[in-house]
């Protein structure tokens, strides 16, 4: 059963380590345990610094950054799933493999939306379908495979 859930920066840093400027991962509308998947999103404007270098006059979201905002979102899904709030403390999750098609590019102002799905798992590695999108336009699709580095305490 999808979980809907209107959850904002409070509890996304309670969930993930990462922290502005370089958090990318802004809400989160919706998650499932039974079929592990996190529906969140993210505001991209026109004066975020990241736009302005990239390019001035036409500005572009770099989809890196996409892409780290989905590993984001994976991140929160594995936080949700452990039963754990990571606050930068139980550890991190750190990309071993992208498999991500940017299919389109995302122009500020944007509404982000990315969906993750949990795929397999084996001794601490996971691996994720994710998608991000902009309205109905589909602007990322692919895999992210992540691994999880223990925690200082």
């Known amino acids: 059963m999808i979980e809907q859930v209107d959850w904002g920066d409070e509890a996304v840093e309670r969930l993930i380590p990462h922290r502005a400027p370089f958090r990318f991962l802004g809400r989160i509308h919706a998650w499932s345990m039974d079929e592990p998947f996190l529906h969140g999103s993210l505001e991209v404007e026109p004066d975020d610094p990241i736009v302005a270098g990239h390019f001035p006059g036409e500005p572009i979201w770099p989809g890196v950054c996409t892409i780290e905002g989905l590993a984001q979102a994976c991140a ?15 550890g991190r999750s750190v990309l071993a493999a992208v498999n991500v098609r940017l299919i389109a590019p995302v ?28 309205g109905a336009a589909l602007v990322a699709r692919g895999t992210l495979t992540a691994g999880h580095l223990p925690g200082d305490g």
């Open 76 to 90: 929160a899904l594995s936080a949700l799933l452990a039963g754990a709030e990571a606050s930068g403390r139980g």
């Open 107 to 134: 122009l500020p102002p944007a509404h982000l939306e990315y969906r993750v799905w949990l795929g397999t798992q084996l001794a601490g590695v996971r691996s994720f379908r994710v998608e991000a999108s902009v």
